[in-house]
């Protein structure tokens, strides 16, 4: 009995070894369970974030894309994923750009680094080419190295930049031509400057009198003219009637001539007439 009861014993406290590595399994198993969904929650989230973004993603192995998302399939020109999956990513850099791409493949396989921000040209199904912003890193995609590619179209930006840079151009040439127009106008008012003052200076000491009327108003008297109408100055004359200092037996013979120069434009004969100076 003594040996029986020893044996009983012994498969007791093995049962209750079992039975408490059994919950300790247990317990392992939900906690591997609750984080296994944990990740996988976290895991469609972020993929429904990477569905969900502006900028094309591409992920791809040994150069063949494994996946990409609805922005990339748009930007490629492909009507599903599926018309992009399993292709050659080369296939989508433009000819003059594969050489630098081939380079950052060395980078991203071999040493492992991430490829900065830059601009490349890529190219859609059809062959259209457009201008992106790129970037890549190396990651682990369904445990396994792959690359991770993000890029942005900026076509437009770079067509608007060219534009911009045309238009300034084109404002600095307009501006070139501006200034070489001014500095010719420049020139031609000081040469008309100069000529302005030698025909002052003409007119001026001239020996005959010289008068400008403006609607039949003296505006300007040579010193000849105001030594004629007995003026001290110019002050004296300017502003008033010539019809003043005109004989009044000449008016109407001057008012044909004025109509003649100033309404018919036509040249009149030399004329005598007679002024009346200042002090009658």
Do not use: C
């Not at 004629?228 to 019809?243: I, K």
């Amino acid at each position: 009995i003594t040996e029986r009861k020893q044996t009983a014993d012994k498969l007791k406290a093995a049962y209750e070894q079992v039975t408490a590595a059994e919950e300790e399994l247990r317990e392992q198993y939900e906690e591997l369970a609750s984080g296994e969904k944990k990740i996988r929650e976290s895991e469609e989230k972020y993929r429904s974030l990477v569905d969900l973004s502006p900028v094309g993603v591409v992920v791809h192995r040994e150069g063949r894309i494994i996946y990409a998302n609805p922005e990339a399939v748009r930007l490629s020109g492909a009507a599903t994923a599926e018309d992009i999956i399993g292709r050659d990513l080369l296939a989508f850099i433009h000819p003059d750009d594969i050489a630098m791409a081939r380079e950052d493949f060395h980078l991203l396989h071999e040493e492992g680094r991430t490829i900065p921000l830059k601009e490349e040209r890529l190219q859609r199904i059809s062959g259209d080419p457009f201008t992106v912003e790129i970037t890549a890193i190396p990651i682990q995609y369904e445990g396994r190295s792959s690359v991770l590619v993000m890029f942005r179209d900026i076509t437009d930006r770079k067509r608007a930049e060219t534009e911009l840079r045309m238009a300034y151009e084109h404002l600095a040439a307009t501006d070139e031509e501006l200034r070489g127009q001014y500095e010719e106008l420049a020139t031609a008012q000081a040469a008309l400057q100069k000529s302005e003052k030698n025909f002052r200076a003409l007119v001026e000491n001239a020996p005959d009198a010289i008068y400008i009327q403006t609607n039949t108003r003296f505006r300007y008297l040579n010193t000849a003219a105001l030594r004629l109408l007995g003026a001290s100055s110019a002050d004296e004359l300017l502003g008033t009637s010539m019809w003043d200092r005109i004989h009044p037996s000449f008016h109407e013979r001057i008012r044909g001539r004025v109509k003649n120069l100033t309404v018919d434009l036509q040249p009149v004969d030399l004329l005598e007439e007679v002024y009346v100076r200042l002090d009658g």
